[in-house]
């Protein structure tokens, strides 16, 4: 048997909900009864692993199918033989049931582990777009730089410096200026630079 023939066989949320509880309603059932009572209930459940509400739906059908079968072992023989079928009947839709609850619940697995994967891989895509987008402001920053040096007047194929580029010049140490001021002169001038 291969994938392909697996998946077909698999019904659908859907189909199971249509073929096992088309009918079905729930209801709440609220009675009361004596705490002394609801204490042994409680012990019967914590003794089973059971949380309280399914350990008090539990509880509830077991009591019920002992009261059927109590009533099927005094029953005639017709009554006793539709009981039987109807016994054999709920077995199999509950092997059924328990059939395909659980490849419902291996199917759940399957897409947990995806949106898992799916999850972390949208964690790392927003932290490169993060990446990127800090990366596109500096070169926004680069260009717009770029553009204000390209848009300074030149004299002789030297840039004649501005009032700010000036400023940023004596912000370094004195001797750069000093050197700065030397080759302005001299492009000025004509001179070819010192070596």
């Known amino acids: 048997m291969n994938a392909s023939e697996d998946e077909e066989q698999v019904p659908s949320s859907a189909d199971f909900e249509q073929h096992f509880f088309s009918e079905a ?5 609220e009675i009361k009864i004596l705490k002394e009572t609801y204490e042994e209930i409680l012990k019967v459940i914590q003794r089973n692993g059971w949380e309280i509400e399914e350990g008090l739906r539990i509880l509830l059908t077991l009591g019920s ?3 059927q079968g109590r009533y099927f072992l005094e029953a005639e023989d017709e009554q006793q033989h539709r009981l039987a079928e109807r016994l054999a009947d709920l077995e199999s839709v509950a092997a059924v049931m328990k059939f395909r609850a659980f490849t419902f619940m291996r199917d759940n697995q399957v897409l947990e582990m995806r949106s898992a994967a799916l999850q ?3 964690t790392g895509l927003e932290a490169v777009v993060q990446r990127l987008r800090l990366e596109c402001e ?3 920053a680069e260009l717009e730089r770029l553009r ?9 194929g030297t840039v004649v410096p501005t009032t700010s580029s000036i400023s940023e010049a004596s912000k370094s140490s004195s001797n750069c200026l ?7 002169v001299r492009a000025l001038r004509g001179d070819q630079p010192r070596a």
Do not use: C, K, M
Not at 25 to 29: D, G
Not at 148 to 156: C, D
């Open 148 to 156: 204000s040096e390209a848009a300074r007047p030149t004299f002789g």
């Open 25 to 29: 309603q729930i209801v709440t059932l």
């Open 178 to 184: 000093l050197r700065f001021v030397g080759s302005l």
């Open 65 to 67: 199918g002992y009261a």
């Open 120 to 122: 972390n891989s949208v």
């Open 138 to 140: 500096d070169l926004r």
